[in-house]
């Protein structure tokens, strides 16, 4: 991943997997960001808000990964307390 977002100075890279059946009526593009990620997800047809209240209402730390040395680990230090 830091080969994509070489901007990001910090490591690891952590992100969310969820299902994407909690977007209602939004839908999901899979489509390579500008940097050649091809694993690069666009959202469509979500606002804002949308996006904030889907967060507060499904977010599970559990469900976070970690980007380390190119490979996917599951998130195991707690940085939200």
């Not at 899979?30 to 209240?53: K, L, M, R, W």
């Not at 889907?54 to 195991?76: A, G, P, S």
């Amino acid at each position: 991943m830091k080969n994509f977002y070489a901007s990001v100075d910090t490591e690891p890279i952590i992100y969310w997997v969820f299902d994407s059946a909690i977007l209602r009526d939004a839908h999901l593009e899979y489509f390579p960001s500008q940097t050649g990620d091809t694993c690069h997800i666009n959202v469509h047809n979500v606002t804002n808000q949308e996006a904030e209240e889907i967060f507060i209402n499904n977010f599970i730390q559990e469900d976070c990964r970690m980007c380390v040395n190119n490979l996917e680990e599951i998130f195991t230090k707690n940085i939200f307390n």
